[in-house]
């Protein structure tokens, strides 16, 4: 990292980050799908495998969402209506896909290049409508 200051004997300094503190130190915004890959994947991807429903929700969504799905870095997703056929076609979709503008939220599904079966997509599902049924 390059660092400009006003001091006249030394206006430029490079400085180093300690690396082991912040898994992300130095990841940039154009990093899509890559923390499903290397050492990323041991907190992204490694809790999650064999896992379905709630356990999986937890070890692959809470840290962005939630540890009740209404919201933390990322949006909440019990406000969906899950009843409502498109809203749920909408929610797996971004969930199997990503989503198109925002870098943080790669596809999940392994056909699109993530970690989760089809059937552990379904799963997350459940847990998300019956998760948002609580709240009403
Ligand atoms: C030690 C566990 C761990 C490791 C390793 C890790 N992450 Fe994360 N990641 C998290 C947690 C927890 C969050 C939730 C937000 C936070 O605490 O920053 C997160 C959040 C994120 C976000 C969303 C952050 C935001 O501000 O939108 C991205 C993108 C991300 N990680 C990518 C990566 C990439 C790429 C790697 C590998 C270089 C990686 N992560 C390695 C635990 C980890
Ligand atoms: C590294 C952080 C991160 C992780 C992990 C993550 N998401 Fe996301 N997700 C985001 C962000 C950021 C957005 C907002 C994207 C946008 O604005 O387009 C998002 C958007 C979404 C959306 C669309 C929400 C809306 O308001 O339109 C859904 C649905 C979703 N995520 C579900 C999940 C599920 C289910 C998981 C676990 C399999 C998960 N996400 C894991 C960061 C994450």
Partial sequence: MLVIS???VKPQAKISVAANVDPHAGVSSSIRGSM???KCATCHVQQGIGKSGEDLYIADCAMCHGFRADGGEA???VRFNYSHKPVTAY???IIS???RSHLSMPGFLKAAGG???AAQ???LMQYLSWRSDLGK
Avoid: E, K, Q
């Fill in 6 to 8: 006003n001091d006249p």
């Fill in 97 to 99: 896909h990503g989503s």
């Fill in 75 to 77: 949006p909440s997703l």
């Fill in 121 to 123: 997509i379904d799963s």
């Fill in 36 to 38: 499903f890959a290397g």
């Fill in 115 to 117: 970690p989760l079966t």
């Fill in 91 to 93: 929610v797996r979709d």
